[in-house]
């Protein structure tokens, strides 16, 4: 089975400021992980992945996120936010050993960046 | 060049109609899918196509049946619509392994 959990529903920061958005997960094997980002109207946009290799994985618009086996965490990182950052961001986790290849979605976390 | 399209964006109707929202694909992906987005904006997985295999979420009414003429397009039926079916529907498609979902903007369907 596979979950994926993001601990926050909404995470507020001051422009200029780093951010980060919280997502842990559970596999039974390897993970692939994956961050999306949802703008008001629009379908989820891909940011990035880690599926091997690298621990820190860089993104879309400025984005990295670090991937730590032990914690079985994932999150999502930006040195410094932007307003225009503000939006509903999704992680994903779907099980690299096989079984279903449908990935599983967190409940997302409402980013907001403060002018 | 839209990646992934969906139509209608908007639908509004009346409880007890059938309606149809038709998704198309254009990136060559191998699979397609259908996601429910609830008014908490939480995403849930409806059905899933690949290679002619359907994978149903077993907590979806069967009110909901779709259809995939080939392997671009991936349409979604809905009988005897109900209040609790408004939401927003997102298709999605993919390639196979290890890649990401691509997304559609969504059918934002309202039922009166």
């Known amino acids: 089975a596979q979950s994926v959990a993001q601990p926050e529903d909404q995470v507020n920061v001051a422009e200029g400021n780093p951010l980060t958005v919280k997502c842990t997960y559970s596999?039974?094997?390897?993970?692939?992980l994956f961050w999306y980002v949802q703008y008001p109207n629009r379908g989820l946009q891909f940011l990035l992945k880690?599926?091997?290799?690298?621990?820190l994985v860089k993104g879309s618009y400025g984005f990295e996120a670090e991937f730590n086996k032990s914690q079985t965490s994932f999150h999502l990182k930006k040195p410094s936010a932007l307003v225009s950052d503000s939006a509903l961001y999704f992680c994903?986790?779907?099980?690299?050993?096989?079984?279903?290849?449908?990935?599983?979605f967190g409940r997302g976390t409402s980013l907001i960046v403060h002018p | 060049d839209t990646a992934v399209s969906q139509t209608p964006k908007y639908l509004v109707t009346q409880m007890g109609n059938d309606k149809s929202i038709k998704c198309e694909q254009n990136?060559?992906?191998?699979?397609m899918y259908w996601y429910k987005q609830d008014s908490k904006k939480f995403l849930k997985i409806m059905f899933s196509?690949?290679?002619?295999?359907?994978?149903i979420n077993e907590t979806v009414p069967n009110r909901f049946s779709p259809k995939s003429p080939d392997k671009a397009h991936l349409n979604l039926h809905i009988n005897s619509l109900e209040l609790g079916d408004s939401a927003v529907y997102f298709c999605?498609?993919?390639?196979?392994?290890?890649?990401?979902?691509?997304f559609g903007d969504g059918t934002r369907l309202s039922i009166l």
């Open positions: 999605a498609s993919s390639p196979q392994g290890d890649q990401p979902q691509h």
């Open positions: 596999v039974s094997g390897n993970p692939y």
């Open positions: 880690y599926i091997t290799g690298d621990n």
């Open positions: 994903a986790v779907r099980d690299a050993a096989g079984g279903s290849y449908i990935p599983t």
């Open positions: 990136l060559g992906h191998d699979t």
């Open positions: 196509y690949n290679n002619k295999e359907l994978i």
